[in-house]
């Protein structure tokens, strides 16, 4: 998927490193050595790895939660977490803090090592009288691309219906931004066993008219209504909303489509779920709300993954090898 982060986002293929055949001179002995396979570094080790996978996401929801002071000592701790982590630089997530509408300018300026600031919701009118709204062109304005899109405690308070919905997600994508559409059922819908029915009409309500080509620059969200603030949903049943979710996508536009768009899941996510949820088979990543207002929780989830486990194992078997070659 095309999302914008730095420079060092993009997942390019790295080429194989190919031995040059060895080069045999007419004068002197024909040499039968094999050409000698250059080895990987670590850097093209760890890109190899990770070109084959889709980058993880990480989206930090505030809600209506810190001010100022409180900003600058989160960022003063996350950003030498960041710094100091190794392994992280090298991967290729997408890290996203959501502060309210007020703290969106401290944030986009405190923050480093390329995290995005997010907006929590915005306006699909340019300008105008919606008293009370922030509009997508002033966040754009501010160089920030990504927005939360249809967050359930958003839709219930503005009373926003799927049809508003669905202009914010064409008119950020229009713009060359992120919407980060929630969907999720409520516990009616869960305990009358309507889960898949709420979900399929949220996503062909929100994602209506919009050109294939533009889906996979939305990131989708799955929030259980009944999971955030309380419980996580188990991984079985997070597995199969995020299988479900992939068959729709793909029903509904194409294959390519429902593997390049990322399926996120929101809803109680701590540091001590986050290893197991992870581990769900075509998840992408989480929104995570109370525990991302600790920066070592949001920091220590982050780093639950699967692929920074591989990193790290990457980087230690290389690092062993060295060393083992120097003791020779
Ligand atoms: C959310 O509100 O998007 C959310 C995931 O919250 P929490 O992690 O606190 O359940």
């Known amino acids: 998927m ?14 194989k490193v190919e031995a040059k055949p060895a080069k045999t001179e007419k004068t002197t002995v024909v040499q039968n050595k094999p050409a000698k396979k250059k080895r990987a570094t670590i850097k093209e ?12 996401v990480f989206i ?29 630089s090298q991967m290729n997530n997408l890290i ?24 929590q919701f915005v306006h699909h009118a340019k300008q105008g009288s919606y008293t009370g709204c922030i509009s997508y062109d002033q966040v754009h304005e501010y160089n920030i691309n990504y927005a939360i899109v249809g ?39 869960y305990e009358s066993k309507e889960t898949e029915k709420s979900i399929t009409r949220q996503l062909l309500n929100d994602l209506k008219g919009i050109h294939p080509e533009l889906v996979k620059n939305v990131i989708i969200a799955y929030e259980p209504i009944w999971a955030i603030g309380r ?5 079985e049943q997070i597995q199969r909303m995020i299988t479900f979710i992939r068959t729709t996508i793909e029903e509904m536009f194409d294959s390519k489509t429902a593997k390049e768009t990322h399926v996120l899941y929101g809803g109680s996510v701590k540091v001590e779920n986050a290893m197991d949820i992870l581990k769900v088979k075509g998840l992408d990543g989480f929104i995570i709300g109370g525990d991302s207002l600790n920066p070592e929780s949001f920091y220590e989830i982050i780093i639950s993954s699967q ?11 290389k690092k062993i090898a060295k060393a083992n070659k120097k003791i020779e």
């Not at 095309?2 to 080429?15: D, F």
């Not at 486990?309 to 990457?314: G, K």
Request: net charge positive.
């Open 307 to 317: 692929e920074y486990a591989r990193v790290n194992s990457i980087i230690n078997a």
């Open 2 to 15: 095309a999302i914008k982060k730095s420079k060092t986002n993009k997942t390019k293929k790295v080429a």
């Open 60 to 88: 930090g929801n505030w809600k209506m939660n810190m001010k100022f002071d409180d900003i600058k000592s989160y960022f003063d701790h996350f950003n030498t977490l960041l710094k100091k982590d190794k392994i992280l």
């Open 231 to 235: 419980k996580a949903a188990t991984v």
């Open 45 to 56: 080790e760890i890109k190899d790895y990770l070109a084959e996978r889709n980058n993880k």
């Open 96 to 119: 996203g803090i959501a502060p309210t509408a007020i703290g969106l300018l401290p944030v986009a300026g405190m923050v480093k090592n390329g995290v995005m600031p997010v907006a």
């Open 151 to 189: 967050h359930s405690e958003t839709r219930k308070m503005f009373k926003l219906t799927e049809n508003d919905i669905n202009l914010v997600v064409k008119t950020l994508l229009e713009n060359d931004m992120h919407p980060i559409l929630c969907i999720g059922d409520t516990l009616e819908e």
